[in-house]
């Protein structure tokens, strides 16, 4: 009995070993399995701008569209008949995707040609959407707890009591005493860098544009007390790169890599425009005094100023011949200011588009601009931060100090103070009134311990 017990127990095993065996396997999910594949391979050199072989997929419906080879990129249920699959799957290193990098893993490649061949089935809602916004959100890689090198300082704003230093980091946002430098707050979770940071007006909402260049962008409101996320506005093709409240801090404008405007309501996150009209990057934005106006900056080399109601391009300045970096409103609204790789700051009309001045003496592209209180702050290449009254235009004074390209500064009328952060990962804080140094720091919490224990 015990040896017929035995012997149908193993019948049943086998039996039901074969019915797991003849189940279908799950089909593959083109949000969950496919797009994550092509974000992180292929939309670097087929995204949205200037796409390779005029290929695009940073969408579903753009994935469809041949490119200049005219062959189709899917055809459902034939693989072999698929240009996309053909470039991944090939032996040929002139034609293979990704190009001028590693082939796919074997396991990738046959996930994509099982889903065209199960039918090349989109269950992303809508096709028009980024693949970026359709893929499941998973956390980002943590922050080094002790960062090895210094982290170059590519956003950084002043809490507007002038008490608190909000500055970017390698996948996290760093929270410092601009007093003495001592670091108070980490925030986690966030796009591999930080491009631009801004507070609303009583310092409890943070804005934060991040981004991985080529992959993803994020447009994100933090509460910057407690380091939660409050909401995600956004997730783009490509990086954001500067975000800014309109003076009622009711809305918050964003601009990115992929040529794009954004304004959202802040209570709602409801995004209220999308203004497509660049041809390249949009680099910078700016309101001006009263929240109707918006100017921009963009590697197209223009600056361009939009209805802040309705996304109407109201006019163009294309008098830079070279990149636009940066972009201010006079406090008046009368003057808009930009900087740039040409060298200089043009001050011109957003009437007419007609140039008022110009102001020379840079020594290398300008990178950053910055009104407040009457007073124009400008860093860039040269190293040196510089201040100027905007209504003539008058230098007011340089600080110098940094040992590399500065790349970021925040003003704070409240404590009078001035903050810059350069490539090299240095902060420096500067009293407005008299140039004097207040404070300087690398931006790079545990920088001395990860370096002592390297060494060890």
Not at 54 to 79: C, E, I, R, V, Y
Not at 136 to 141: C, E, I, Q
Not at 285 to 301: C, F, P, Q, V, Y
Not at 386 to 409: I, K, M, Q
Request: aromatic share 8%.
């Amino acid at each position: 009995m015990y040896r017929l017990q035995i012997a149908a127990f193993s019948l049943t095993a086998c039996l039901l070993h074969g019915a797991a065996a003849q189940e279908p396997a799950v089909p593959v999910s083109f949000t969950k399995d496919v797009a994550p594949v092509l974000v992180k391979n292929c939309q670097a050199c087929h995204g949205a701008s200037d796409p390779k072989g005029g290929f695009q997929l940073h969408t579903f419906a753009a994935l469809q569209k041949p490119g200049d080879s005219g062959s189709p990129p899917l055809t459902a249920g034939q693989p072999e008949a698929s240009e996309l699959f053909r470039r991944i799957s090939t032996d040929d290193a002139d034609l293979r995707m990704p190009q001028d990098s590693d082939p796919l893993p074997a396991e990738q490649i046959e996930l994509l040609r099982r889903w065209i061949a199960e039918g090349a089935a989109f269950d992303g809602g809508d096709p028009q959407a980024t693949l970026v916004s359709i893929i499941p959100k998973l956390p980002h890689p943590a922050a080094p707890e002790a960062y090895r090198v210094p982290w170059p300082v590519t956003a950084m704003a002043f809490r507007p009591d002038g008490q608190e230093l909000a500055i970017g980091g390698y996948h996290e946002i760093t929270i410092w005493n601009p007093a003495d430098g001592a670091l108070l707050r980490r925030i986690g979770n966030v796009d591999e860098r930080t491009y631009a940071l801004a507070y609303n007006a009583d310092g409890s909402l943070l804005a934060a544009a991040s981004g991985t260049p080529g992959v993803s962008g994020e447009i994100r409101l933090y509460e910057p007390a407690s380091g939660n996320l409050v909401r995600e506005l956004a997730s783009l093709s490509d990086a954001a790169f500067d975000v800014r409240f309109s003076p009622a801090f009711d809305r918050l404008a964003a601009c990115g890599a992929d040529r794009s405007i954004r304004v959202f309501d802040v209570a709602s996150g409801t995004q209220q425009l999308l203004i497509e009209d660049h041809a390249d990057w949009v680099l910078a934005i700016a309101w001006n005094h009263d929240g109707t106006r918006l100017a921009s900056a963009s590697r197209d080399k223009t600056s361009k100023v939009f209805d802040a109601a309705t996304g109407e391009s109201l006019v163009t300045f294309p008098g830079h011949g070279d990149v636009v970096y940066c972009v201010a409103f006079s406090p008046d609204g009368t003057q808009v200011l930009t900087g740039g790789a040409n060298r200089l700051i043009h001050v011109w009309n957003p009437a007419d588009g007609n140039k008022i001045a110009d102001v020379g003496g840079f020594g290398g592209e300008v990178f950053r601009l910055s009104v407040a209180g009457g007073l124009l702050a400008a860093t860039g290449a040269d190293r040196v931060a510089r201040l100027f009254n905007v209504g003539d235009r008058a230098a007011v004074r340089n600080f110098e100090g940094h040992a590399d390209w500065v790349f970021a500064l925040s003003i704070n009328e409240a404590t009078r103070r001035l903050a810059t952060g350069s490539f090299d990962g240095e902060v420096r804080i500067w009293n407005l009134d008299d140039g004097a140094a207040i404070a300087t720091f690398k931006a790079a919490p545990g920088l001395g311990v990860a370096q002592t224990a390297q060494a060890q």
